[in-house]
């Protein structure tokens, strides 16, 4: 029963890449996923959430209109749009059933992903 994340890379500012939190052992159908962040010297931080059941999605402010998260059966996404460098991070898919005025708590997480690094730069 894990998380692999994947699609992280080099990127050119206004760039796009497209990220991928596979499962394997369970299905993602009655788990919440949301995606962290974490910079060098920062701490982690909460970007994005996809709700079990009705998949309502919920961002941090900074990347509002930017990223959009989805999920299928066995893998959620992360398609992140005019990437700054302040995007900069490593990704962490995270699976769970938080009530929805915790999902930005990574204490409520039962497992996580690796980790996929991002690099927006020129």
């Known amino acids: 029963v894990q998380l692999q994340a994947s699609g992280g890379g080099l990127v050119e500012p206004g760039g796009a890449l497209k990220l991928a939190c596979v499962a394997s052992?369970?299905?993602?159908?009655?788990?919440?996923i949301s995606w962290f962040r974490q910079a060098p010297g920062k701490e982690r931080e909460w970007v994005s959430t996809i709700r079990h059941g009705a998949k309502v999605t919920y961002y941090t402010d900074s990347v509002k209109g930017r990223f959009t998260v989805s999920k299928d059966s066995h893998t959620a996404y992360l398609q992140m749009n005019n990437l700054k460098p302040e995007d900069s991070a490593i990704y962490y898919c995270?699976?769970?059933?938080?009530?929805?005025?915790?999902?930005?708590?990574?204490?409520?997480?039962?497992?996580w992903g690796q980790g996929t690094q991002v690099t927006v730069s020129s």
């Open positions: 052992g369970f299905t993602l159908d009655s788990y919440t």
């Open positions: 995270a699976r769970g059933r938080p009530i929805l005025s915790a999902i930005r708590n990574e204490n409520v997480y039962y497992s």
